[in-house]
C-alpha cells in the first residue's frame, strides 16, 4: 500500500470548512484513498473513500487530484465535535490476503475552535 | 440496531498473566478485526477473522491468538503479558473483508 503524509496538526475555526490534506505519491493505480478519524476515547469512525472522482456524503467531501497524488478532505462546516484525529489511508479494492487489513499512519489532529 | 461492542471496558493484569478481551461485532456483519492502539499512535492491525478463521494476521508474535464463533462474535488472547503490551485493543466489524470498518469503543488493557 502506499505511503501517506499529512500533517501533524491543524486548526480551524467553529462555522467554517476544514481542509485536510494528504499526500500519497507512489498511489497505484487499483488503489483507492479511505479517511477515518478518531475522537478522543472512540474507536475510528469511517468517513469517506474514493478512486479517482470527487466524492461526497453527509459527512465530508473528497477531492482527489487529477493525478492522484493527493487529496483533501473537507468538512463543510466544522463544529466543536469534528476535533479529532482524521487518518488518510491508501488501500488496494483489488481483493487478495490484505483486504480489510487497515494500515493506519499518526494522522492529522484537527482542533476546532469556538 | 447495536453497533460493535467490546467488553470489559478497562482491564489491569500483571506482567505474564493471560488477558482475553470480547467483541460483538455489528448486526450483519460477519467478519472481525482486531487493532491494537498504544498511546498517541495509531491502531496497528493484529488479525482478522472471516468464517471461523484467522485471514490474515499483522506483525504480532504467537502469544496473540483469537477465535471467532458461530454467531460472529469474536474473542482476542495475549499471553505471557508484557508491560509493552498496555493498550487500547480496538475491534471492528465489517461485511465480509472490507476496507470500511465499524470500530468499537476498545478495551483499555493496562499491564503492571
Known amino acids: 500500500d502506499a505511503k501517506t503524509t499529512q500533517p501533524p496538526s491543524m486548526d480551524c475555526a467553529e462555522g467554517r470548512a476544514a481542509n485536510l490534506p494528504c499526500n500519497h505519491s507512489?498511489?497505484?493505480?487499483?488503489?483507492?484513498v479511505y479517511w477515518y478519524r478518531q475522537i478522543h476515547s472512540q474507536g475510528p469512525q469511517y468517513i469517506i473513500h474514493?478512486?479517482?472522482n470527487n466524492e461526497t456524503n453527509e459527512m465530508a467531501s473528497l477531492i482527489i487530484t487529477e493525478d492522484r497524488k493527493s487529496s483533501t478532505l473537507i468538512l463543510p462546516h466544522a463544529t466543536l465535535r469534528d476535533t479529532a484525529v482524521y487518518y488518510c489511508?491508501?488501500?488496494?479494492?483489488?481483493?487478495?490476503?490484505?483486504?480489510?487489513?487497515?494500515?493506519f499512519g499518526q494522522g492529522t489532529i484537527l482542533t476546532v475552535h469556538p | 440496531d447495536a453497533g460493535v461492542t467490546q467488553s470489559p471496558t478497562h482491564l489491569i493484569k500483571t506482567r505474564g498473566q493471560q488477558v482475553t478481551l470480547r467483541c460483538s461485532p455489528k448486526?450483519?456483519?460477519?467478519?472481525v478485526s482486531w487493532y491494537q492502539q498504544a498511546l498517541g499512535q495509531g491502531p496497528q492491525f493484529i488479525f482478522q477473522?472471516?468464517?471461523?478463521?484467522?485471514?490474515q494476521r499483522g506483525n504480532f508474535p504467537d502469544r496473540f491468538s483469537g477465535h471467532q464463533f458461530p454467531n460472529y462474535s469474536s474473542e482476542l488472547n495475549v499471553n505471557a503479558l508484557l508491560l509493552g503490551d498496555s493498550a487500547l485493543y480496538l475491534c471492528?466489524?465489517?461485511?465480509?473483508?472490507?476496507?470500511?470498518?465499524?470500530f468499537g469503543p476498545g478495551t483499555r488493557l493496562t499491564v503492571t
Open positions: 471492528a466489524s465489517s461485511s465480509g473483508p472490507a476496507h470500511e470498518q465499524y
Open positions: 507512489t498511489i497505484s493505480g487499483n488503489e483507492y
Open positions: 474514493g478512486l479517482k
Open positions: 489511508i491508501v488501500i488496494s479494492n483489488a481483493g487478495g490476503t490484505s483486504y480489510g487489513k487497515l494500515t
Open positions: 448486526s450483519g456483519h460477519d467478519t
Open positions: 477473522y472471516y468464517e471461523e478463521e484467522e485471514r
